[in-house]
């Protein structure tokens, strides 16, 4: 952030004692913390086959994991039990956390859970173009590469079944 939210003065960073070092602005006589989005992002598995489910959207080739933005007053939890409803029809049975990741190019904390289904029948709203459900080591090759949905799968594969990798 290069610009006070408050009053548009260009910010400078300045020494906060024990926080370190973060943005000053000299107009309004306050340190000014970074703001950014929070999204989920789910590995989907199945309790049928274990199979996860992988989807592709807008019109793109690859594949990716189910995500989406937290609204305001919603746990992560929530969010994450609701986009995979909106997103999918599926019910979540629960949730784990896999891992957090800040996600520059859209300034955004990402928040990765595994989820759990008892179903493997999706009814897709309009933001999915096309679901299939993947063996592990299928989904690791079918996901999009270097991309923060694949090194969400990779880590959880890797910190649950190290021999896989």
């Known amino acids: 952030m290069d610009y006070c939210m408050y009053c548009g003065n260009?910010?400078?960073?300045?020494?906060?004692?024990?926080?370190g070092i973060i943005s000053y602005c000299n107009h309004c006589k306050r340190f000014i913390y970074p703001i950014y989005y929070t999204a989920v992002s789910l590995i989907v598995r199945n309790t049928i086959d274990n199979k996860i489910l992988l989807i592709k959207q807008y019109g793109k080739p690859y594949y990716i994991l189910v995500a989406g933005y937290i609204r305001q007053k919603e746990s992560a939890e929530d969010a994450a039990r609701r986009?995979?409803?909106?997103?999918?029809?599926?019910?979540?049975?629960?949730?784990?956390?896999?891992?957090?990741?800040?996600?520059?190019?859209?300034?955004?904390?990402?928040?990765?859970?595994?989820?759990?289904?008892?179903?493997?029948?999706?009814?897709?709203?309009?933001?999915?173009?096309?679901?299939?459900?993947?063996?592990?080591?299928?989904?690791?090759q079918n996901i999009k590469p270097n991309s923060l949905a694949k090194e969400f799968l990779v880590y959880y594969f890797e910190s649950q079944m190290p021999q896989m990798f």
């Open 10 to 19: 260009k910010l400078q960073l300045k020494n906060h004692g024990n926080e």
């Open 83 to 140: 986009e995979l409803l909106e997103e999918t029809g599926l019910e979540m049975l629960n949730c784990k956390i896999n891992k957090t990741k800040f996600f520059e190019p859209s300034n955004t904390l990402m928040i990765n859970f595994t989820c759990w289904v008892s179903s493997k029948f999706v009814n897709s709203n309009n933001e999915i173009d096309f679901w299939d459900w993947f063996d592990p080591s299928e989904a690791c």
